[in-house]
């Protein structure tokens, strides 16, 4: 989703000066207290229900050192560990990557196992080697609860030319936004993870629980060997996780941070109409075939109507009704629906109301038609036929539609159509991919923890948001696994992930890192 949402209410100028974005030597944390605190001896409290002054040392520590998480991030970001274009020497780029966050790993003291992925085959039958997936571990008190962070450190392509104001692949800061490829997504957040982490031990503390990792390298193109991994350690790795933590998306807004309890999935279909693998000359053949260009957009015309409404007969009938209770939860997030529209640079939404808007995001499935591999689309006015071509579509799904249902419903209705049309082209459906959604229970002590890790930090209750897009490991972990998946994101609504200028605000990365260290706290005492 581009960089769009915004909360605009709370925009207000002086919050940057209050919360201090270019450099947030804390105005919040008193530093008369802090010095009275760092007399104390952490030693002398237990570890059961660590001390406030415990929060403050690791907050001022974390303020004093931001420089360095900043340059950290600078190294990483400068490893063009681009997994999108599948070419040897960004994979050895992925490799390196890899090989510098296992290392990080070591040097904080962890047990670091750097598991070999196998290769990817590609369409053209060539192969690449998939990086190791790391799965680290700090820690194995079992009086402490055990916290797990997936995170991916492989980033969307990025070149200068496409629009970015500084070089990517250079850290750049200006105002307080670190610009750079990978910034937001996800190399900041592992890495705000792992400054949390290395503050328990600079400081000589106690972890308050058990931290483990899995960082993988392959999530822009698709995650694959994770699931396979996954399934793999249920009984070894994973069977001393009690909690997952993914920091794989944003806030909805630029100052107000939030807790995500669902994602939605994706089934992805190809329709293929093809007459016969060469193109006709529109002179020559044109007015005595059916075209195969002709019965596609017919077929891609018949899957959803201008409001939106999907028009696949059935495919609404599992989604969950919607409840008064949940209702309340969209009516209770902060978002400015005309600035949201503004800066996305839409004239007018298909919905009026926040609520309505947030909802057809969310909660209810959509229906998108990507393009049309075969077609004619360069400039020019070439008169060609096509002979054959494939129309790309997907449906976001929601709870508690079901995926071979869905999968059904979709053949059996563009059977439907193109029988109608008596064409004597072939028609080929195929559902290429097929990601579940995900939601959380909101009660779980982890959501409480990071709640009250929120109000400590930002001294603000979150927004409590799901996201449009697809994050597929969510579901595999909680099905795998049976434990409880919580999502926190760190980066803001305009961060451009995917996009140009992709950045993170120093203050979203240091606050956030803070944010970890006392999560870390909150899940110790809840525990
Ligand atoms: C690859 N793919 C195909 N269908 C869905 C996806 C995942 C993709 N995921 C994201 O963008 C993560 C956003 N934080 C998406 O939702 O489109
Ligand atoms: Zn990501
Ligand atoms: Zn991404």
Redesign the pocket.
Known sequence: ?PAVFVAGDREVSSAEAAHGISRPLSARHHLPFLAFLLLLDGGMFSPSSPPTGLLEKVFQYIDLHQDEFVQTLKEWVAVESDSVQPVLRLRRELLRMMGLAAERLRLLGARVDSVDAGFQQLPDGQSLPIPPIILAELGDDPKKPTVCFYGHLDVQPARQEDGWVTDPYTLTEVDGKLYGRGTT?NKGPVLAWINAVSTFRALDEDLPVNVKFVIEGMEEA?SPALEELVQKEKAGFFSSVDYIVIS???WISRRTPALTYG??G?S?FMVEVKCRDQDFHSGTFGGILNEPMADLVALLGSLVDSSGRILIPGIYDHVAPVTEEEKRTYEAINLDLEEYRKSSQVKKFLFDTKEELLMHLWRYPSLSIHGIEGAFHEPGAKTVIPGRVIGKF?IRLVPHMNMSVVEKQVKQHLDYIFSKRNSSNQMTVSMT?G?HPWTANTRDNQYLAAKRAIKTVFGTEPDMIR?G????IAKIFQDTIQKSVMMLPLGAVDDG??SQNEKINRWNYIEGSKLFAAFFLEMAKLH
Request: proline residues 5%; glycine residues 4%.
């Open positions: 989703m997504d698709g794989d998306n944003l994602v939605r994706n992805y997907s991919l990601l996201d897009s697809t994050i597929p992930e995917h």
